[in-house]
């Protein structure tokens, strides 16, 4: 099987391999991500009044997301470890049903963190379901996306740009 180099995880004969990063640029570099959680109504209304009797559900979510960008390389089975300066988790509602998860994360190194952005949305993102999931199994987690990265040789992308 020979597979293109357009796929860097894998060999020219199909294998599966960690991309050789030694050779490249030590830059800045930026990766944002998001992703939506929708849920009842009253399932919304209790996380804003902190009426979830398990705590503070958008801080813990925050702080597991965190921890979930800086364990990226130990969950990703190809994803380089990566000494990360920085991890921002928010949480808002954006509508009466919908929680919207968005992430920064920065490091100054030879390969992107955008699978640390993404990471960091999709474990606070189930973090939110666990906490809540007594009162809502109806709960959907959706739309988890890079927005924006920085960094590197292939340039700056922003979504819809």
């Known amino acids: 099987m020979t597979v293109s ?38 399932t919304a209304e209790r996380i804003k009044r902190g009426a979830v009797g398990k705590g503070d559900v ?34 808002e509602f954006v509508s009466e049903d919908e929680l919207r998860i968005s992430s920064q ?13 993404l990471q960091a949305v999709s474990t606070a993102a189930l973090t939110v379901y666990d906490m809540c999931k007594s009162v809502d199994r109806s709960m959907t987690i959706g739309q988890i996306q890079l927005e924006e990265k920085s960094g590197g040789k292939s340039g700056h992308y922003v979504r819809g740009l």
Do not use: W
């Open 105 to 117: 994360v920065t490091c100054t190194g030879r390969t992107g963190v955008e699978m640390e952005a």
């Open 58 to 91: 958008l801080e813990l979510a925050r702080v597991a997301g965190i921890m979930a960008a800086k364990r990226t390389g130990e969950l990703i089975p190809l994803c380089h470890p990566l000494p990360l300066d920085s991890v921002n988790v928010d949480a």
């Open 5 to 42: 180099n357009e796929l860097p995880h894998f060999d020219p004969d199909g294998n599966p391999r960690m991309v050789d990063v030694g050779g490249k640029e030590v830059t800045r570099r930026l990766a944002r991500a998001s992703g939506l959680v929708t849920m009842q109504v009253e």
